[in-house]
């Protein structure tokens, strides 16, 4: 089992950055495949963006391809997520999840563990 807490998130204003991350405790960091995913107030999750176990390989929505960046150090056990360019929608509650697999997935049924979230507010 793996626990995820997230930190980073805040208020800013329309084209500022954000850099969002995600501590793991608990089992092994490298062995699981990580994501970010969000929730606007009324919304569904929805996915952001995804990475590999190895951090080799990274997947995005469209909506953030070219302004969110996804990383991860497994030396110290975090997960990143570097926002540029915020828009007004890009407002919501960020989560991070991590899964058993080595790939970058996109659904959230696919992960198997949760952090809390961190609230993003953009300011138009």
């Known amino acids: 089992q793996v626990q995820l807490v997230e930190s980073g998130g805040g208020l800013v204003q329309a084209g500022g950055s954000l850099r969002l991350s995600c501590a793991a405790s608990?089992?092994?960091?490298?062995?699981?495949?990580m994501g970010w995913f969000r929730q606007a107030p009324g919304k569904e999750r929805e996915f952001v963006a995804a990475?590999?176990?190895?951090?080799?390989?990274?997947r995005y929505a469209n909506s953030v391809k070219a302004r969110f960046t996804i990383s991860r150090d497994n030396a110290k056990n975090t997960l990143y997520l570097q926002m540029d360019s915020l828009k007004p929608e890009d407002t919501a509650v960020y989560y991070c999840?991590?899964?058993?697999?080595?790939?970058?997935?996109?659904?959230?049924?696919?992960?198997?563990?949760w952090g809390q979230g961190t609230q993003v507010t953009v300011s138009s």
């Open positions: 999840a991590a899964h058993k697999g080595i790939v970058a997935l996109t659904t959230p049924t696919q992960y198997d563990y």
């Open positions: 990475i590999s176990r190895g951090g080799a390989v990274t």
């Open positions: 608990g089992r092994t960091f490298s062995s699981y495949g």
